[in-house]
């Protein structure tokens, strides 16, 4: 974190920082945590200016619990005419904060596996002004995981690739992980309406980060596994994971490679990608031909079919590697800054 930080800039320490007191919201999305939200929204810090609690027509009446039997001052319900998911009950979270002018906005489950306490390190890095996005990451150290079931620990593996490719952070690990802070510069730069609603939703947030070229960052956390049960099913949400990554991933190379900026990565891909193809179809065309034949196929034959495809991958492979090196460096939160002091002192 500190070598970020550096990379700001020692000119820069007047605009490296947020507000000395940045006004912090907490939105936690509640659908069927009737036993936890109110010890949830009991532990939120004093640092929090407000909570906004989204009953996500809860079948629980979790609005209603939270309205008769929490006092704090700081609490603001707000209630989804229809189940529009996690995704659909932060999303409408954040319009609450960002029309109440919160400078940070925290997501919080209601369902009592998130430690508001963690809720500053999640925090700090926006005020320190070095990321625009925190999440939660519990792979960092092997002795979080122990109490992990193995089934969540490899599907987050396969997850966690999936998206490092969609969303183009590379760096990041555990995309699924729903604890997370937004910086408000961030916050207004996103599409809000396009993000998905349900449980892609966090997947599919950083994937729209990197096109508004957010500074995302990875915060260590250790995993909480009590009696309550997770409603993400790893293997039930794996296939539907797959197709929408491979979407998101030909529509983030459209986006940065394509409409925004056309560099050398983007002629190794179209490239790389037709010369796989065409060595892969002639290859198997000739072996399939040789086969029914009975013959062997010549060297020049074999030539034709394997040097597009040594080529090929290898152009993919140069490509993504400026792909990982392609990350975001500089905050939204510090241009936004930059750009209020230039209209200031034209």
Request: net charge positive; aromatic share 8%.
């Amino acid at each position: 974190m500190d070598d970020v930080a550096r990379q700001l800039g020692e000119g820069d320490s007047a605009v490296a920082n947020t507000a000395p007191n940045p006004r912090i919201a907490v939105v936690i999305p509640c659908y069927k945590v009737r036993d936890t939200i109110l010890d949830v929204v009991r532990r939120v810090p004093s640092s929090v200016e407000l909570i906004i609690c989204v009953d996500d027509k809860c079948p629980d009446g979790s609005g209603d619990l939270l309205k008769e039997e929490c006092s704090d001052p700081r609490l603001v319900i707000l209630r989804n005419p229809y189940n529009r998911g996690v995704g659909g009950a932060v999303i409408a979270g954040y319009r609450a904060a960002l029309a109440r002018s919160m400078d940070i906005v925290v997501k919080i489950d209601g369902d009592g596996q998130m430690d508001p306490a963690l809720l500053s390190d999640l925090v700090e890095p926006l005020v320190q002004g070095i990321a625009d996005y925190t999440k939660g990451n519990r792979f960092f150290w092997p002795e979080s995981t122990q109490g992990m079931p193995v089934i969540r620990l490899v599907g987050n593996a396969g997850l966690s690739f999936l998206t490092k490719a969609s969303s183009g952070y590379w760096r990041i690990m555990d995309p699924t992980n729903g604890y997370t802070a937004i910086h408000s510069a961030a916050l207004r730069a996103l599409p809000l309406a396009k993000i998905a609603e349900r449980y892609f939703f966090e997947s599919d947030m950083l994937f729209r980060l990197y096109t508004v070229r957010a500074v995302v960052l990875d915060v260590p956390m250790n995993a909480r596994y009590g009696n309550e049960k997770s409603s993400l099913s790893i293997t039930r949400v794996l296939v539907p994971f797959l197709f929408l990554n491979i979407q998101n991933i030909f529509k983030r190379f459209y986006y940065n490679y394509i409409l925004r900026d056309f560099n050398i990565a983007s002629v190794m891909v179209l490239l790389g990608f037709p010369l796989i193809a065409f060595g892969a179809i002639f290859g198997l065309r000739e072996w399939l031909q040789s086969y029914a034949l009975g013959t062997t196929a010549s060297a020049g034959t074999v030539m034709v079919a394997a040097l597009p495809i040594i080529v090929g991958l290898q152009l993919v492979l140069t490509a993504m590697s400026f792909d990982l090196t392609n990350a975001p460096q500089v905050p939204l939160q510090r241009l936004s800054r930059q750009a209020r002091r230039r209209d200031a002192n034209p």
